[in-house]
């Protein structure tokens, strides 16, 4: 999941909270296994910045798979207490937290549902201390040790939409569009390979600081000149609404297809149903898939929150989902140490909201949806089954 900063700036930020992690004194970090009392979960999850749209979602679900894992006996028989702890700040100030979370909450396992450049941050801060369970979309290759990706990869998103694209919509070429960071980048350079195996061309590629001034326009007309068959989308949030609204605005959504690779039901209702015309999104959840899983999820978020059930979507979901693997984890590995956590990985199955998933590589596979947006609301027009993460990391 996309960073809000550049490259060079997150990869400094990183740098930094790794200096905080190793100035505090040797072994302070290291957090035995308590045999009583609560097992603490530091939940990183974005509630100021431009992703706090995604908190609501991520905080519910969250506590809903809190109640059902406490219910079937919590982790090693201790109850669950979850600590939200806001993410959307920079990656060096989200790192601070990182720290007070281990020293004065100490905190059994984090679960993380932001940015990659915050995920930097903390793994350079927890150096493998406790397990982390990093749960949204993101883009790959990341094996650092005790270290487990939920979100779905280039290989299991981009590629399978891609190829309908280029098959079904007579897809040839493609302009891309993305904010300035490891996910757009390295996504984008994911999709360029895929294109390029099915004969297709970049019509251009362009990259935009995430924020507030990025109007779009420009961008826009540069698109309309070069005549793309297809736009590929890696902006989020607030730039995601935008970019669409100023797209549809140059009445370009009659003749060119757009592909989202973060486009969930809050990023949507803010586009729009007059912006959303030609608009396709590819995750792992959309909230009307009819699965019985997921049917039961619903029904349980309605029971738990009523009239005031937030937003259901990937991101709350994929959080939902990484409390699960939390109990399943440590109750496999009967402890939190890095070495038992990892072995108990592979192949570990455990509840999402989608259904049962299975570990491999300290990734997930996964079935992939292909959406087209109908007004507001998204219409599934091809399930992937089973797709492999194209991940693997040692265990």
Known sequence: MPPFMTIDRRTMLAGMAGALAASIAPGTLRRAVAAEGEFKIGLLIPLSG??????PSNQ????????????????????????????????????????????????????????SAVRQAVEATVKGKVPYIYTPVYEGGDCTANLYCLGETPPQQIKPSIEFMMKEKGGKSFYLIGNDYVWARNSNEAAKSYIAAGGGTIAGEEYVPLGAPNRF?????????????VVLITVIGADNVNFNRAFASFGLDKDITRLAFLLE????????????????????YFANVGS???????????AKFGDKVPQLSTLGADAYAGVHCAK???????STEAAAVAAASQGLTFATAGGPATMTGRHVDKDMYLAMC??????????????????????
């Open 60 to 115: 519910g679900c969250a506590e809903l798979a809190v109640d059902e894992a406490n219910a079937a006996g919590g982790v090693l028989g201790r109850k669950i207490k979850l600590i939200p702890t806001d993410a959307g700040a920079a990656p060096a100030e989200v790192a601070k937290s990182v720290v007070r979370l281990m020293l004065e909450e100490k905190v059994d396992l984090v679960i993380g549902s932001h940015d």
């Open 265 to 284: 039901e809050n990023t949507l209702q803010g586009i729009g149903a007059e912006s959303s015309g030609n608009l396709y999104s590819c995750m792992a």
């Open 374 to 395: 109908r007004g507001t609301e998204f219409e599934v027009v091809k399930t992937f089954e089973k797709v492999a993460s194209g991940q693997s990391c040692p265990v």
């Open 50 to 55: 431009p992703a706090a749209l995604f908190g």
């Open 217 to 229: 326009e420009e961008i826009v007309t540069r698109i309309k000149g070069a005549k793309p068959d």
């Open 292 to 302: 019985e899983a997921n049917q039961k999820f619903k029904a349980a978020m309605k």
């Open 328 to 334: 399943a984890l440590v109750d496999k590995a009967g």
